[in-house]
């Protein structure tokens, strides 16, 4: 069993940048597909970006072209680059594992959640 630690949030203006790692311990990143979410204040927790197993990425629309997901397998993180970050980027961000997935949009199937950092985006 995995567990997960999220750092790297903060606050920034806007169009600037951050970093988020997401840290397992316990067991290799590498058996999982890792998924970014957020949630911001009074809104639905959202998907941000996954990665699977394998090299396979996805993201939002909203963040499309912005941030970049990828795996440190040496470390055992999964970082998330974010760029031009916008205020409605804004939220708490969670990292989030499924065993054996191939990186899936949909949250129920994530069995392991991390504490969650917060970004917020000044403008």
């Known amino acids: ?15 600037g940048s951050l970093r ?5 311990s316990g067991r290799s990143l590498s058996d999982y597909a890792v998924g970014w979410f957020r949630q911001a204040p009074g809104k639905e927790r959202e998907f941000v970006s996954a990665i699977g197993r394998n090299t396979f990425t996805r993201y939002a629309e909203s963040v499309e072209g912005r941030f970049v997901i990828s ?3 040496v470390l055992n993180t999964v970082n998330l680059q974010m760029t031009k ?4 980027d804004t ?6 594992a499924e065993f054996n997935g191939y990186g899936t949009s949909a949250i129920r ?8 950092t ?5 403008s």
């Open 1 to 15: 069993q995995v567990q997960l630690k999220e750092s790297g949030g903060g606050l920034v203006q806007t169009g």
């Open 85 to 88: 970050l916008k205020p409605d």
């Open 91 to 96: 939220a708490v961000y969670y990292c989030a």
């Open 118 to 122: 917060q970004v917020t985006v000044s």
């Open 109 to 116: 199937p994530y069995g392991y959640w991390g504490q969650g």
């Open 20 to 24: 988020l790692s997401c840290s397992g």
């Open 71 to 73: 795996r440190d397998r």
